[in-house]
């Protein structure tokens, strides 16, 4: 985790001199996620049961809503996608409950798709610390969230997302734009029309899922939603890259037990083999699921697999079909 959040503190590079956000006021409207829900009135009087059954009924909202913003996922997954084969990254910026989503989704992308700690990263709101305890006052300025975006040095090649419920956190506001203006991809996720990060944001997602059960407690809709859309994002993204063969985790990291019993199943289903055959590929592998499932689908001994893999930049199915390669 440590290596995911640590920012570079010793970067002579940030400038001294930041340009002035242009979207760092908050809006004055009145936002959606803001406004008071006729669903959950008299909320404080209603039994256990009832107020399970409101929340769960305003939650069955959440899908449809992120449903309507598939178009735009769909753009960021493949934006993501270029990035990362370019040698670029994914970058979240996130203040309070959307800075701990993204940090999760950050987090969870090397054991899953083995994917180095640098390729998906986040940067919260008030630093490392702020995943544990509330520090809400660094979300006011656009000039921390510039400074802590400038030390990860963001270039054309990388894709920076913010990630903000109500779309107007200035501290996101302020590392989107930079980073934009450094020549970086940008996107957001929000859950409100019209607000200064979907401004100074090159695709919004725009998840509408209206007002909370409790008014303005974003911890609960809206994270909700983010959290469906970053894990779109990132599993569209390594699926697209072929990290992903069929619907099976083949860029397992096999660090633990139950993570080497996963990439076993998952040899033994790609490829109709015993449990003994997958072990003993697995090895001779240097337990490396992806070169494994080369090895067996095209027959083709461990030098030849990482070469196929090295020329398909880790593409799983383009290695086994080599031909393809050359297209």
């Known amino acids: 985790m440590a290596s995911l959040t640590m920012?570079?503190?010793?970067?002579?590079?940030?400038?001294?001199?930041?340009?002035?956000?242009?979207?760092?006021?908050?809006?004055?409207?009145?936002?959606?996620?803001?406004?008071?829900?006729?669903?959950?009135?008299?909320?404080?009087?209603?039994?256990?049961?009832?107020?399970?059954?409101i929340i769960n009924h305003e939650d069955a909202r959440i899908a449809a809503a992120v449903k309507k913003a598939l178009p735009e996922i769909a753009v960021v997954i493949d934006t993501v996608a270029r990035s990362l084969r370019d040698g670029g990254r994914l970058i979240y910026v996130g203040a309070g409950s959307s800075g701990r989503i993204s940090s999760l989704d950050a987090s969870e992308c090397p054991p899953t798709f083995s994917t180095a700690p640098s390729q998906v990263q986040y940067i919260m709101a008030g630093g490392p610390k702020a995943l544990a305890s509330a520090s809400d006052v660094n979300e006011d300025s656009p000039e921390i969230g510039q400074r802590d975006i400038a030390r990860r040095r963001p270039t054309r090649k990388d894709i920076v997302i913010g990630v903000s419920a109500s779309g107007s956190t200035p501290y996101v506001v302020g590392a989107v734009e930079y980073a934009r203006a450094r020549g970086a991809k940008t996107a957001c996720i929000t859950c409100n029309e019209t607000t200064p990060l979907a401004d100074v944001s090159e695709t919004a997602i725009?998840?509408?899922?209206?007002?909370?059960?409790?008014?303005?407690?974003?911890?609960?809709?809206a994270s909700t939603a983010q959290k469906m859309v970053l894990n779109m994002i990132t599993t569209g993204a390594m699926t697209r890259l072929g990290y992903v063969y069929d619907n099976l985790m083949v860029n397992v990291h096999m660090k633990n037990e139950k993570l080497v019993e996963r990439g076993i199943r998952v040899l033994m289903q790609l490829c109709n083999i015993d449990r003994e055959v997958a072990i003993r590929t697995i090895k001779s592998s240097g337990k490396s699921i992806p070169i494994a499932v080369v090895m067996l689908?095209?027959?083709?001994?461990?030098?030849?697999?990482?070469?196929?893999?090295?020329?398909?930049?880790?593409?799983v199915r383009l290695a086994i079909d080599d031909s393809r390669l050359e297209l």
Do not use: F
């Open 206 to 221: 725009i998840i509408e899922v209206g007002p909370e059960v409790i008014s303005g407690s974003t911890r609960m809709k």
């Open 7 to 53: 920012m570079d503190q010793t970067s002579p590079e940030v400038p001294e001199k930041l340009p002035t956000p242009r979207g760092h006021q908050e809006s004055h409207a009145v936002l959606t996620t803001e406004s008071p829900n006729a669903a959950s009135h008299g909320l404080d009087t209603k039994s256990a049961l009832e107020i399970a059954r």
């Open 297 to 315: 689908k095209a027959n083709v001994d461990k030098m030849e697999a990482v070469r196929r893999l090295a020329k398909s930049d880790g593409n």
